[in-house]
């Protein structure tokens, strides 16, 4: 029976496992599945999670905050900046809940940021105005 080797990597390490008989994942198209046999394939997965399944017809769960796939010859390898792998599903669902509202949490704290860092300039352009320092628009 033909099988999918799978490698995940991020920029910490790298897992392979072998005989894998079925992947599913995300990209802005939907959800897809591969099979072994699969054409040569290239998409960037959506944030959330992949799955795929092993000999022992186990799923095993991947939550990336994005990722590349590629898949060629029964290969498939998905590089990503940090993947968590684990086959609870619940388990994994919490953590990846928990990562998506930290991340939340600081894309708000950056908007809160550059919105007062956008206020203090304006306050200084119309302060220099005020004083009566000329300014032109090109210069910025």
Known sequence: ????????????????????????????????????????????????????KTPQDDWLYVATAGALLYFHDNRLCLTTRHFLIDSDYGRISAVLAEQFLNEETRLHAQKQSLRQMEEEVIKRLWELRRSGVAYSHDEF
């Open 1 to 52: 029976m033909k099988s999918i080797t799978v490698l995940l990597q991020d920029v910490t390490h790298r897992e392979q496992y072998e005989d894998v008989t079925s992947f599913v994942g995300e990209d802005k198209s939907g959800s897809f599945g591969i099979l072994p046999g699969h054409d040569r394939f290239m998409t960037p997965l959506a944030m959330g999670l992949c799955r795929f």
